[in-house]
C-alpha cells in the first residue's frame, strides 16, 4: 500500500485522539527566516508602488528599469506572493503578516529564483527573504555555477521540460516542515502543502497582470533540485517549479506536463512521518517517471452525483480581475462570521474565480495546477439566499450544485471542524476531497503533494475572491477526517484535503 494511505491514516483527527501524542514547545518557536550571513543582497524595497522616495531611494540606476523580468516587476511579483503586508507588535516580537495565509501563522513556504541574463544581478540561485524583501544569493562568491549550468542542470532534473529550455527566470517554491511540525506534529507535512498552494495561488494570479506568463512543473528529481537549491533535502522539500517567460511567448512555448509519478517502490518507512511521506512522494534520479499530461479545468462529474437535481450557479458581471492584486494586498483570515446567508451569484462569482477562470481569461493568463480534475468539492449550505441547507456535490464543468442531502447540518459542520465557530457561522463551506485509491494509481505517493497543492491554489482563489466582493473567508486545515466523510456521504479510501469558510464579516 502507497505510503500516502499509511500516513493519511497516521495523521487523521479523531474525538478520541486529538491533542495526543505532541507536545508543543512554546518558548522555542521556529525561526520564519533563513539567514544566509555576508551573501550579496539584492534589496527589492526601493521599487515597491508605495515606498517613500523621501526616504528611501534606490542605491543605483537600473540598467534595465522595465523589462519583464526586471528587479521592479520582480519586488512586484514577489511582494504579492508572500510579502510581508503588515506588522504586529506583543511585547518585543514582531509578527509579520503575509499576503498569503498559513496555517498557525508559521508560514514554512520559501521561494527561491534561478537567474541568468539579468541586466542588474549576476547568474545565481537567490532565496527570497521575506522580512527584509530581498533576494539573496545563496551561494558564496565566486562558487555559483554559471547561468546556463544552473538551467541546465534544472532542466536534467524536470525530464527535460522545454519550459526551461530559453528561460531567464523561474520560481522554485519549498517547505521547511518543521516550521509547521512545531505545532502541528507530524499533520503538519498537509499544512505545509496546502499553505505552499497559497503561496502559488497568488502567484498565478499576479504574474499575468505585470505581463509574464508560467507553466508548472510537479514532477522532477528532488533530490537534484534540492542540490541546485544547496538546501538539506531530509528538512526542506522542493515542492514546485515555476519558469517564467513573456506573456507574449506563451504560444510558442512547448511546455511539458506539469505533474509525473513517483516510483510504487518505495523507501522503507522511517520514524518520521513527514520525512517518510516526503520520501515517498520523491522522485529519485535514473527513475523513468512517465509523463502525465494536464488535465487543465477538465472536472469529470462523479457519476454518483449526475442525476442529482441541481442548482445552476450563474455568475454576475463583477471583474474579479480587476484589482485582484490589491485584494491580494488586503487579504485577512475573517476571525468573526455573521451567520447571515449569502446571495446566490456572490457564490457563484467566487467559484468561478476559483474553478473556471478559463472562462474569462486568457490562456496565458490561466493558473497553473497539477491535478484539478482527482479533486472533487462539496459545499455545506448554513444560509445561502434560495437554497436549502445541507450539502451539495459542487459540478464547475456546469457550474451546478447537486443535491446530495437537503437537511439543517450547521451543528455537523462545527462538531467536525474541531469546534471552530468560523464553521457554525458560515454561510458555507467548501470541503475539497479526493479518491486518494485513484490519485495513487496515477501518481503513487507523490499524489499527496498534488492534491494538497492544488487545494490550497484553488482555496487562495477563493479567499481572494472573497476578499474581492467583500466577503469573510478563512481556511481550515484541522478537522475530525472520518466525521468529514460521513457528513458528505463518502467512503473510507476518499479523503477530505481541505475545507474553507465563507459568509459575511461578524462584528
Not at 439566499?385 to 456546469?398: I, L, Q, R, S, T
Not at 467536525?416 to 454561510?427: F, I, M, V, Y
Not at 456521504?489 to 459575511?504: A, D, F, N, S
Request: charged share 20%.
Amino acid at each position: 500500500m502507497p505510503e500516502a494511505f499509511e500516513y493519511h491514516q497516521r495523521t487523521k483527527y479523531s474525538p478520541t485522539t486529538l491533542g495526543q501524542g505532541h507536545s508543543i514547545d512554546w518558548e522555542h518557536p521556529p525561526e520564519q527566516f533563513k539567514e544566509y550571513r555576508g551573501a550579496p543582497v539584492f534589496d527589492l524595497r526601493p521599487y515597491l508602488p508605495n515606498n517613500n522616495p523621501d526616504t528611501y531611494v534606490p542605491e543605483r540606476a537600473l540598467n534595465d528599469p522595465d523589462g519583464p523580468f526586471a528587479l521592479p516587476r520582480l519586488s512586484m511579483l514577489l511582494f504579492a506572493t508572500n510579502g510581508v503586508t503588515g506588522v504586529a507588535f506583543a511585547g518585543n516580537q514582531q509578527h509579520f503578516f503575509r499576503a498569503a495565509p498559513s496555517a498557525g501563522a508559521l508560514y514554512p513556504t520559501d521561494l527561491y529564483l534561478a537567474v541568468r541574463g539579468h541586466a542588474d544581478m549576476p547568474d545565481g540561485i537567490y532565496y527570497y527573504h521575506v522580512r527584509d524583501h530581498s533576494l539573496v544569493e545563496v551561494y558564496p562568491k565566486g562558487l555559483a555555477p554559471s547561468g546556463d549550468e544552473i538551467f541546465a542542470r534544472l532542466r536534467g532534473a524536470c525530464f527535460g521540460d522545454p519550459a526551461l529550455a530559453d528561460c531567464r527566470v523561474a520560481l522554485i517554491a519549498t517547505a521547511i516542515f518543521w516550521r509547521s511540525a512545531w505545532r502541528y506534529g507530524d499533520r503538519a507535512y498537509r499544512r505545509c502543502l496546502l499553505d505552499s498552494g497559497h503561496v502559488l495561488g497568488n502567484f498565478d494570479i499576479v504574474a499575468p497582470k505585470i505581463g509574464l506568463c508560467t507553466t508548472a512543473i510537479g514532477g522532477f528529481v528532488d533530490a537534484e533540485v534540492a542540490d541546485l537549491l544547496a538546501i538539506p533535502a531530509d528538512k526542506e522539500g522542493v515542492l514546485a517549479i515555476f519558469p517564467m517567460h513573456e506573456a507574449a511567448e506563451f504560444a510558442r512555448i512547448k511546455a511539458g506536463p506539469s505533474a509525473r509519478p513517483s516510483p510504487a517502490e518505495e523507501p522503507a518507512p522511517g520514524q518520521d512521518a513527514i520525512r517518510t511521506i516526503h520520501a515517498a512522494g520523491a522522485i529519485p534520479p535514473g527513475f523513468p517517471a512517465e509523463a502525465v499530461a494536464s488535465d487543465g479545468f477538465d472536472y469529470p462529474v462523479n457519476p454518483k452525483y449526475e442525476f442529482a437535481s441541481g442548482i445552476k450557479l450563474k455568475p454576475g458581471t463583477t471583474d474579479l480581475q480587476d484589482q485582484v492584486e490589491n485584494a491580494i494586498l488586503r487579504r485577512r483570515s475573517t476571525r468573526v462570521l455573521s451567520g447571515a446567508p449569502l446571495k446566490l451569484h456572490e457564490l457563484a462569482d467566487l467559484l468561478a474565480f476559483a474553478y473556471r477562470p478559463d472562462i474569462t481569461m486568457p490562456p496565458e493568463a490561466q493558473p497553473r495546477l497539477f491535478a484539478p480534475s482527482l479533486l472533487e468539492t462539496f459545499v455545506v449550505v448554513n444560509a445561502l439566499e434560495g437554497v436549502k441547507p445541507g450539502v451539495y456535490h459542487f459540478a464547475p464543468g456546469f457550474m451546478e450544485l447537486l443535491v446530495v442531502k437537503e437537511a439543517e447540518v450547521r451543528r455537523e459542520i462545527y462538531h467536525l471542524c474541531l469546534g471552530q465557530e468560523l464553521a457554525r457561522d458560515a454561510s458555507v463551506v467548501i470541503v475539497h476531497t479526493s479518491d486518494l485509491e485513484l490519485a495513487t494509481r496515477r501518481f503513487g505517493s507523490r499524489a499527496y503533494r498534488y492534491l494538497h497543492l492544488d487545494a490550497g491554489h484553488i482555496g487562495e482563489r477563493m479567499n481572494v475572491a472573497a476578499i474581492r466582493l467583500g466577503l469573510g473567508v478563512s481556511g481550515i486545515g484541522g478537522f475530525f477526517d472520518d466525521e468529514v466523510n460521513e457528513l458528505l456521504g463518502i467512503p473510507p479510501k476518499e479523503l477530505c484535503v481541505y475545507i474553507t469558510c465563507l459568509g459575511r464579516p461578524g462584528g
